[in-house]
């Protein structure tokens, strides 16, 4: 009489397409994760590129320093939505050298710094905080003189 529970050898075929399986879906899944997630900070990243130029050169044409941190902040925010980054959080910074109190007068140079985040995808609320995000900075330096019109030139 044969045993119940022989220690003879194990017929494994089919074993080794289980196995590639189970490695495929374990190596898989963080690697699409990674591309995924690269893919949606590079966009932000470009996003917040565009934004400091853009919110950059809308504080340039902006008659009054007021007015163009309005229109500064104004047009960051549309960068970002024509990026496809609606709704996302984003902090606009003004500085201005040599006068940093009157950005718009003589050989002023802007700086605009844009901070903002993206959220990774795929990532449930980690501890009730919200979902994690990665920030993104970004810096545009324009010359004052670059964007406006010069009034009074002879004409031709």
Known sequence: MRPLF???PRDERGSAIVELVWLGVLL???MVWVVI???QVQ???FAATTAARSAGRAFALAPTDAQGEVAARQAARQALDDQGLDGIPVTVHV???PFP???HSGTSVITVRVETAVTLPLLPDVLGSGRPRFA???THTVPIGQYQEITGA???
Request: proline share 4%; net charge negative.
């Open 95 to 97: 500085s201005c050298t």
């Open 6 to 8: 022989s220690r003879g």
């Open 136 to 138: 993104l900075d970004a």
């Open 101 to 103: 109190d009157q950005c």
């Open 154 to 156: 002879a004409q031709e």
């Open 28 to 30: 898989l899944v963080p």
């Open 43 to 45: 966009g932000g990243a």
């Open 37 to 39: 997630t690269l893919f």
